[in-house]
Nanobody
Framework: QVQLVESGGGLVQTGGSLRLSCAAS????????MRWYREAPGKQRELVAT???????HYVDFVKGRFTIHRDNARNTVSLEMSSLKPDDTAVYYC???????????????????WGQGTLVTVSS
């Protein structure tokens, strides 16, 4: 079964740094775009950063200059380096990927949109 597994969340003080990691595993042929989203308490899930298969990155304005997304195509991993963290960055962070994979349901290899389980980042003031 194809899955994304995140790690690296935790508690950090304002101004601190954290590194989130996400690894894709299972029957995967190719991984296309990979993204990080976040969902703060009482708010909708929002996009944070994107990296394409070719390494082109895009950041939403509120993290530009503070967060860096990086992927390793050989290992099907993506990371998010976060610095100068603020209390407003407190959220559950989710990894997302589009890929060709096989979920083992009998449907064979097909285009999949896969989400990780989320990892909590708490920034204290």
């Amino acid at each position: 079964q194809v899955q994304l597994v995140e790690s690296g969340g935790g508690l950090v003080q304002t101004g601190g740094s954290l590194r989130l990691s996400c690894a894709a595993s299972g029957s995967i042929v190719n991984v296309y775009v990979m993204r990080w989203y976040r969902e703060a308490p009482g708010k909708q899930r929002e996009l944070v950063a994107t990296v394409t298969e070719n390494g082109v990155t895009h950041y939403v304005d509120f993290v530009k200059g503070r967060f860096t997304i990086h992927r390793d195509n050989a290992r099907n991993t993506v990371s998010l380096e976060m610095s100068s963290l603020k209390p407003d960055d407190t959220a559950v962070y989710y990894c997302y990927a589009e890929m060709i994979g096989n979920q083992g349901t009998g449907a064979g290899y097909k285009f999949l949109e896969v989400w990780g389980q989320g990892t909590l980042v708490t920034v204290s003031s």
